[in-house]
């Protein structure tokens, strides 16, 4: 069974930082891409940021280029993403997910397992 399970959210204020975690269990986590999305009320999840399975390769959605940083440790299992500069428009659920396969991938449609979510707000 596989679990992920993020966790690092909270209410911040605008111009602050936050970092999120996602623990990885039940798989050999080291093999596989990551990705982290988001959600906000009344709209689609969308692609953040994901690395490929050494950490070697990144990429991000635009509207996060420099002030989000995706990063992992495979000796613990875990994927992070790095938040700064904050704005309310970085106001959603964040979800963590995992591709089976070692390069990234930006689509949605492409991760085989989701978690839960964490809520990030944002006040102005």
């Known amino acids: 069974q596989v679990q992920l399970v993020e966790s690092g959210g909270g209410l911040v204020q605008a111009g602050g930082s936050l970092r999120l975690s996602c623990a990885v269990s039940g798989r050999t986590f080291r093999s596989y891409a990551m990705g982290w999305f988001r959600q906000a009320p009344g709209k689609e999840r969308e692609f953040v940021a994901t690395?490929?399975?050494?950490?070697?390769?990144?990429y991000y959605a635009d509207s996060v280029k420099g002030r989000f940083t995706i990063s992992r440790d495979n000796a613990k299992n875990t994927v992070y993403l790095q938040i700064n500069s904050m704005t309310p428009a970085d106001s959603a659920i964040y979800y963590c997910?995992?591709?089976?396969?070692?390069?990234?991938?930006?689509?949605?449609?492409?991760?085989?397992?989701w978690g839960q979510g964490t809520q990030v707000t944002v006040s102005s």
């Open positions: 690395i490929n399975w050494s950490g070697g390769s990144t």
């Open positions: 997910g995992l591709y089976l396969s070692v390069s990234y991938s930006v689509r949605r449609s492409a991760y085989d397992y």
